[in-house]
């Protein structure tokens, strides 16, 4: 009996899977016909507009020179001449370097004809064309996968404050680079061990505290450590994140410290 009744919830579920799976079918259908619409809608304005002599943007622009230009439609760069003469007044065969950094960039005219010709289906470069950019696409795209950046570590420290106080606080630095983050770990021991050899005895931690001209060797420490961490400002940021323990109700301390730990690093 137990047998057939996990048999039957295993078919219950599989045809569950199943209907998912066609739901999932069918919705992808619906929406690719949306795109497929939406696409034609587009590009049949885009027509109407050229025919029209429309050129009030640059993919305009670039649409009305592939429609009286069909050379332009193989190459990036006679379509950029071609754009650059019509619309840009460049004349003769020279153009001087300070002119060059004000007329539109080939990077653009190429962008506006790939969106005309690869999305709208509009005046297309020869076939063999067609295939060259397509190879020489995938090939690009690899390229920039193999290239992706690799986002290096951040590293915080954080601690709190207030619990007996009518703030609580979490408060921390955070440095933006590993090396950084090395140099200071280095000079900060280095300086330490200077401290010793000179009889004067590094505090574990520096705490926010009140400070005056009474201790003079103390107030010394914390300026001397405190310039060796702003040598290095430029990739460090302190951030802190409070509230006040009046507003919240029956909320323990230690919930609400770990609330503000997490939003110390989302809002970081």
């Not at 619409?37 to 050229?50: I, N, P």
């Not at 009286?68 to 006679?78: A, G, K, L, M, V």
């Not at 010793?196 to 003079?216: A, C, D, R, T, Y």
């Amino acid at each position: 009996m137990t047998q057939e009744k996990d048999t039957k919830l295993t078919k219950d579920i599989l045809d569950e899977i199943n209907e998912d799976a066609l739901k999932e079918n069918i919705l992808d259908q619906i929406e690719d016909k949306k795109k497929k619409e939406e696409r034609k809608r587009k590009g049949d304005a885009l027509w109407t507009a050229v025919q029209l002599g429309d050129d009030k943007n640059i993919t305009l622009k670039v649409a009305n020179i592939l429609n009286r230009y069909p050379d332009t439609r193989n190459s990036d760069i006679e379509l950029q001449i071609r754009y650059w003469q019509t619309y840009e007044g460049v004349t003769g065969d020279r153009i001087g370097l300070k002119r060059m950094t004000k007329l539109t960039k080939l990077t653009s005219i190429s962008r506006a004809r790939a969106t005309i010709q690869n999305e709208y289906k509009l005046f297309v470069a020869d076939e063999e064309v067609r295939k060259r950019r397509k190879a020489l696409g995938d090939e690009e795209k690899e390229i920039q996968i193999l290239n992706k950046p690799v986002y290096s570590k951040i590293n915080i420290f954080a601690d709190e404050t207030g619990k007996d106080e009518n703030y609580v606080i979490v408060g921390g630095v955070w440095l933006l680079d590993e090396q950084l983050m090395a140099k200071i770990m280095r000079d900060s021991i280095n300086w330490s061990n200077q401290k010793s050899k000179q009889g004067i005895k590094v505090p574990e931690e520096f705490h926010f505290k009140k400070l005056n001209n009474k201790n003079v060797q103390e107030l010394a420490l914390y300026k001397e450590f405190f310039d060796l961490i702003l040598e290095n400002s430029e990739m460090i940021s302190f951030k802190a994140v409070a509230v006040k323990k009046s507003k919240l109700e029956r909320v323990k301390t230690e919930d609400l410290l770990n609330k503000l730990y997490y939003q110390f690093i989302r809002l970081g």
